[in-house]
């Protein structure tokens, strides 16, 4: 889903938004638990900020993201480990 889509699609209904924060200043945009948010090239939209991410997807969609942060755990056990 590119951000054009996006826009039009969250208009009719708010599907759930998430800013997934990956290592450093980079974050990409989840739509709907599924799917990345693309540019028109089809390559995944990177931010390098929350401001730069709620800037673009407009303000509409901006009070409603969800912010997910990525743990440092969860990078070095698999989460089946996490019950041994």
């Known amino acids: 889903m590119t951000i054009k889509e996006l826009k039009k699609t969250f208009k009719q209904s708010q599907i759930p938004v998430q800013l997934l924060s990956q290592e450093g200043d980079i974050y990409l945009c989840q739509v709907d638990g599924k799917h990345l948010l693309r540019n028109n090239d089809a390559s995944p939209a990177i ?18 993201l969800q912010l997910v942060y990525s743990e440092a755990y969860d990078e070095m056990f698999h989460p089946e480990d996490k019950n041994q």
Do not use: N, Q, R
């Open 47 to 64: 931010f390098h900020s929350i401001g730069e991410a709620k800037e673009t997807l407009g303000h509409h969609i901006a009070p409603h």
